[in-house]
């Protein structure tokens, strides 16, 4: 064989397996977990999800040292890297959809879906000057009145509803303490119920909802307790929440004949990564887990705070790999990659 008749066998050959790899990709498609092949994902909720919609001027996403780990400097995200929008578009075999306030700069990844999630919002209206659930549901009603995407098109979407406890801060700003919880509650879930309800009218085939994570075990609560104990009270309170929405997303289902709502299992989760360490498990495993990575240097001050001279008012740990939490609320890129690899999160996902 002369070289010419070597490289064009060569080329043959490369071809052969550059098609019958395509090959087994779709192949590989068709027994996807999934019912159906997912390409879009509508986010609905708060900074656990949000990847931009906060203004700059007010989110202390938008400031160093968040966004370190990715995309490598501030950028909107309430993390030093990743989020839980991510690693669920991750799951999807998405690209990670485009906040909502980008939609005409980057328009071309709109097949993608869209993030209509702004940090620090709720169900109700909260202490942030953010649009609520209920307004962001109306962003993607006039998206869909505008013709940007189609009923028919929403068939192969996914809805990711992230409720991290927003209204119950407000709630206990507003009142002073957790007196009249049990109730409100109650009005948390049913309006979270009526939006979940909404977004499956619109037409969207599978609709994710956070449970709540153990809020008593966020570094906000366990700052008293050295970062060392979680407040119970606030752990019970939140059952009470995930106990209701599992109901009433059964309900759903019921009323739908379909099994299109499921619960993202973000409590069992945070607590399999909390109890690594006793488990002795390898990977990854964060010394404590309560212990956050930056912090205010007193109770003024958070994570990203400067004063009037520009100087930093917060500590930083020296590596977040090594922290679950990075800030008193959020967990870290690793963090988020330990809970999405808890059993509790893939069994909920597999649901898709
Ligand atoms: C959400 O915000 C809108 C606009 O500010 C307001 O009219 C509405 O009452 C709010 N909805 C809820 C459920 O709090
Ligand atoms: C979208 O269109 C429907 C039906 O015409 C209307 O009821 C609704 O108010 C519109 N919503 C938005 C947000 O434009
Ligand atoms: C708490 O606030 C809500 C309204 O935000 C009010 O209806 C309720 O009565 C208050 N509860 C207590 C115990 O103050
Ligand atoms: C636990 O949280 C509740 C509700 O936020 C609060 O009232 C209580 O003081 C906290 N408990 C402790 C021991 O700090
Ligand atoms: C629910 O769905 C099943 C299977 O698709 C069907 O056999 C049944 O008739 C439906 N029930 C109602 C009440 O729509």
Request: net charge positive.
């Given at each position: 064989m002369d070289t010419q008749n070597l490289l064009f066998s060569l080329f043959c050959f490369f071809l052969l397996s550059l098609f019958s790899g395509q090959q087994q990709i779709v192949e590989?498609?068709?027994?996807?977990?999934?019912?159906?092949?997912?390409?879009?994902?509508?986010?609905?909720?708060?900074?656990?999800?949000d990847t931009g919609n906060n203004r700059k001027a007010l989110a202390s996403s938008w400031k160093f040292p968040y966004g370190i780990t990715f995309p490598g400097k501030p950028a909107g995200r309430f993390s030093d890297g990743r989020v839980l929008t991510d690693y669920v578009a991750g799951y999807l075999g998405i690209k990670t959809p485009i906040p909502y306030r980008w939609r005409k700069e980057l328009a071309?990844?709109?097949?993608?879906?869209?993030?209509?999630?702004?940090?620090?919002?709720?169900?109700?209206?909260?202490?942030?000057?953010?649009?609520?659930?209920?307004?962001?549901?109306?962003?993607?009603?006039?998206?869909?009145?505008?013709?940007?995407?189609?009923?028919?098109?929403?068939?192969?979407?996914?809805?990711?509803?992230?409720?991290?406890?927003?209204?119950?801060?407000a709630y206990i700003a507003r009142n002073g303490?957790?007196?009249?919880?049990?109730?409100?509650?109650?009005?948390?879930?049913?309006?979270?119920?009526?939006?979940?309800?909404?977004?499956?009218?619109?037409?969207?085939?599978?609709?994710?909802?956070?449970?709540?994570?153990?809020?008593?075990?966020?570094?906000?609560?366990?700052a008293q307790f050295s970062f060392e104990q979680c407040n119970a009270t606030e752990n019970t309170l939140?059952?009470?929440?995930?106990?209701?929405?599992?109901?009433?997303?059964?309900?759903?289902n019921k009323q739908t004949n379909s099994t299109s709502f499921i619960v993202l299992d973000l409590y069992d989760a945070f607590w399999t990564v909390f109890n690594q360490k006793e488990a002795h498990q390898v990977s990854p495993t964060f010394e404590n887990p309560f212990q956050p990575c930056c912090v205010g240097v007193t109770a003024g001050f958070s994570c990203g705070s400067v004063d009037e001279h520009g100087v930093k008012k917060y500590t930083l740990c020296s590596n977040p790999k090594s922290t679950f939490f990075w800030d008193t609320v959020h967990p870290?890129?690793?963090?988020?990659?330990?809970?999405?690899?808890?059993?509790?999160?893939?069994?909920?996902?597999?649901?898709?």
């Open positions: 590989g498609s068709r027994v996807s977990p999934f019912a159906f092949r997912p390409q879009k994902l509508f986010v609905f909720g708060d900074s656990y999800a071309g990844r709109l097949k993608y879906g869209v993030n209509f999630a702004y940090g620090g919002t709720g169900v109700f209206d909260t202490l942030v000057q953010e649009p609520n659930m209920t307004t962001q549901i109306d962003f993607f009603q006039q998206l869909l009145n505008d013709s940007v995407y189609t009923k028919r098109g929403l068939k192969t979407s996914v809805a990711l509803v992230s409720v991290a406890g927003n209204d119950y801060s303490s957790a007196a009249g919880f049990p109730a409100f509650i109650g009005s948390v879930v049913s309006q979270l119920t009526v939006n979940l309800k909404r977004i499956h009218g619109l037409g969207v085939r599978k609709i994710a909802v956070s449970a709540l994570q153990p809020l008593g075990c966020l570094p906000q609560s366990t939140v059952n009470l929440h995930n106990q209701l929405l599992v109901q009433a997303v059964n309900n759903l870290t890129q690793e963090g988020w990659q330990a809970v999405y690899s808890t059993p509790a999160f893939q069994n909920s996902l597999k649901q898709l």
